[in-house]
């Protein structure tokens, strides 16, 4: 029996209310699910509250430099996560494999 295929995803960190409220981030996803459709592309990007692979000790570093509650764009397309980075600049961006053994769901969030 094989373990499961892994696969990268890229992400782009801040705190909760500078993604969500700070930021005019809504309209980027927007447009970018619009542009999707409209090309017929799968979305490969979702936006977390609390996300859970910050828990992740190989994470440890880097989660240390994003305000809790945190949030987070994640997705397997490096090239939209620079773009999210350069655009809104004060975040922390990274990358991660899942599933793993420390990252069981790339997408899980955190309880309250």
């Known amino acids: 029996m094989s373990a499961s295929p892994s696969t990268t995803y890229h992400f782009i960190a801040a705190s909760e209310q500078f993604l969500t409220v700070e930021e005019p981030l809504e ?3 927007r447009e970018r699910v619009r542009n999707y459709g409209e090309v017929g592309k799968a979305i490969d990007f979702w936006l977390l ?10 994470l440890s570093t880097l989660a240390t430099t994003v305000p809790n509650p945190a ?33 069981q769901d790339p997408l899980a969030q955190q309880t309250i």
Do not use: C, H
């Open 71 to 103: 949030a987070a764009v994640v997705s397997t397309d490096p090239k939209f996560i620079d773009f999210l980075k350069l655009r809104l600049e004060f975040v922390a961006k990274g990358s991660f494999q899942a599933p793993s053994s420390t990252i």
């Open 49 to 58: 509250k609390r996300p859970a692979f910050l828990n992740a000790p190989e």
């Open 27 to 29: 309209e980027v996803l």
